[in-house]
């Protein structure tokens, strides 16, 4: 007979941790509100895509505006400011061929900077207001938080790792503290950001670390934050500062969904991960390039087993339609170069997948047929609530996903063409043990119901071409 002590561990341990369909016994977090937010992968528009680091206010609102009238009834509801919303002049300084040289901020021979960004009193980035002039007399990112929340989404915004350098060579007081920036400043070069040079780490182990974090969250929770991506951070893994900033969300006393970037993360963080993030990056950025979109079958079926409600495996986001305007951030100004058929097949894959859906094109100025692809409820019905998604068959030439649905006899299935040129791939109903012999089958891109199919289903797709099916018993 157990001990009442082994009984009372044992109830614990299931009490925090769930075994999926693979066996894997994942974490699940406990007494944290990462487990209030994101209750399906989340969905919505992201800034850098199309405008990198110079987005402005009226530009951002011109965004949201056209998502309250084309894409929230879809379910697209989060509006994210990404990076260097802090710099009056991202890269004002030195205009060269290279976007990656201009994010930084010019700093002297100690490696103190030259160029000034916006923050307080206390080391904390502001808005920069010529880009944001509502932020104006302290108000930050409320006003513009205010206005989204009116129109029935959920903002966001981008921050980097760490407390900036500015603040350290200033040793600014941490708020509510008797500490300095200095003191839990991490200036290892070997913990510096590789790309961007904007910011120091934060020791964790240092008194006042936790509390600079607590202090930015209490910040955030203010201007009425839903959604923060954090940079910087998920590669190389900065597990002491992940924890702290799901410390800092969790006493802030607003639920926030956190998202981790860059990729590829760690699977071996996959629990940890879990525990702290809704959501993080399994790629490195992704482009509008057959070659990024097809590394993504190897990521996502390596991360399958560790998706679970509130916490995503992040393909990235979605480089469709109009990208870097006026030739920043990657490449020059241009229509995505994926084709029709490579953009169903990302479509299609993210969402079979499970992955949140962050569109990075402008929505104002990108074809109308890709907008339309945003509006299917049907495909955004597998990426919203299908599970046990996961692939069945992969080769050089083909791939196959499969995904239970919320209705019970319902399954969706991706078929996937990997090869240059066009080709017929056959799923036979029998690859997947449990399923029936016989389905009525719905092709979900064109709608159209295809009839009973008796133990098998094939599509001819085109070069790097996907077909995404609804199967009902």
């Not at 802030?252 to 525990?275: D, F, T």
Request: glycine fraction near 6%.
């Amino acid at each position: 007979m157990k001990s009442s002590a082994t009984i009372k561990f044992i109830s614990m341990f299931f009490l925090s941790a769930v075994i999926n369909y693979n066996g894997i016994i994942l974490a699940q977090a406990k007494g944290s509100t990462v487990n209030d937010v994101a209750s399906t992968p989340p969905m919505g528009w992201n800034s850098y895509d199309a405008f990198g680091s110079t987005i402005t206010e009226s530009q951002f609102k011109a965004e949201v505006n056209f998502m309250k009238k084309n894409l929230l009834n879809y379910g697209w509801k989060y509006a994210v400011i990404d990076y260097l919303w802090f710099n009056p002049d991202p890269g004002g300084w030195k205009k060269t061929k290279s976007f990656y040289e201009e994010q930084n901020v010019r700093l002297d021979k100690n490696g103190r900077p030259i160029d000034s960004l916006t923050m307080d009193k206390y080391g904390r980035l502001l808005p920069a207001i010529n880009r944001f002039p509502s932020a104006a007399n302290c108000k930050g990112f409320k006003p513009i938080a205010d206005y989204v929340h009116k129109l029935g989404l959920k903002f966001g915004f981008h921050i980097m790792r760490g407390i900036p350098r500015q603040a350290y060579w200033d040793n600014m007081p941490i708020k509510g503290t008797s500490y300095t920036a200095q003191e839990i400043a991490d200036t290892n070069s070997s913990d510096l950001c590789k790309w961007n040079n904007n910011m120091y780490g934060v020791d964790p182990s240092k008194p006042g670390a936790q509390e600079y974090y607590n202090s930015l969250f209490d910040l955030y929770a203010k201007w009425g934050a839903d959604f923060i991506k954090v940079d910087d951070i998920a590669r190389p893994y900065h597990k002491g500062e992940i924890e702290m900033i799901r410390k800092a969300i969790d006493q802030c006393g607003r639920p926030m969904v956190l998202s981790l970037s860059p990729g590829e993360a760690p699977l071996s963080e996959a629990n940890n991960l879990i525990k702290n993030a809704n959501m993080w990056r399994v790629s490195d950025d992704m482009w509008d390039n057959w070659k990024d979109v097809k590394h993504n079958f190897d990521l996502l079926d390596k991360w399958s087993p560790y998706i679970q409600k509130h916490h995503y495996p992040d393909a990235d986001m979605m480089p469709l339609g109009h990208l870097s305007l006026n030739d920043r951030p990657v490449g020059p100004d241009r229509m995505s170069h994926l084709s029709k058929d490579e953009t169903h097949t990302l479509l299609s894959l993210w969402c079979i997948a499970h992955s949140p859906l962050i569109m990075g094109g402008d929505l104002l100025t990108s074809p109308n047929w890709v907008i339309s692809l945003l509006q299917n409820k049907e495909v955004i019905e597998v990426d919203q609530h299908s599970t046990d998604n996961h692939q069945v068959f992969r080769n050089e030439d083909e791939a196959i996903w499969i995904a239970k649905g919320s209705i019970d006899g319902v399954r969706y299935l991706a078929l996937f063409n990997l090869e240059d040129k066009p080709n017929t791939i056959e799923f036979k109903f029998d690859m997947v043990p449990g399923m029936k012999g016989s389905y009525r089958i719905k092709n979900l891109w064109t709608k159209k119901d295809l009839g009973i199919k008796e133990k098998s289903i094939s599509a001819k797709l085109g070069a790097h071409g996907a077909g995404l099916f609804m199967l009902k018993e």
